[in-house]
């Protein structure tokens, strides 16, 4: 079974930044589109941002101008470079496949806190 971790998180002042970074057990990444996704408190998951094999990215209403995401398929690496950041964004990330019949078991994903 492919495991994802994600790793990058942390506490950051209002428009401050961070890069997140999700790997992979197995080589899954050059075969399929992937996605970060976020969980804030009391929320369910939404979608933040996809890539697809190609490197075609799209993004949610909420974060497209702020959050970049890249792909590494050689490096079996997604990573989400997240700028001004808001408060709002405040959330558990997590990546997977960008389509629910692809997905993968959730990993433990990553605390993204954003706080003055």
């Known amino acids: 079974q492919v495991q994802l971790v994600e790793s990058g998180g942390g506490l950051v002042q209002p428009g401050g930044s961070l890069r997140l970074s999700c790997a992979a057990s197995?080589?899954?990444?050059?075969?399929?589109?992937m996605g970060w996704y976020r969980r804030a408190p009391g929320k369910q998951r939404e979608l933040v941002a996809t890539?697809?094999?190609?490197?075609?990215?799209n993004y949610a209403d909420s974060v497209k101008g702020r959050f970049t995401i890249s792909r590494d398929n050689a490096k079996n690496t997604v990573t989400l470079q997240m700028n001004s950041l808001k408060p709002e964004d405040t959330a558990v990330y997590y990546c997977?496949?960008?389509?629910?019949?692809?997905?993968?078991?959730w990993g433990q994903g990553t605390q993204v806190t954003v706080s003055s």
């Open positions: 997977n496949t960008d389509r629910v019949a692809t997905m993968f078991l």
């Open positions: 197995g080589s899954i990444f050059s075969i399929y589109g």
């Open positions: 890539i697809t094999i190609g490197g075609i990215a």
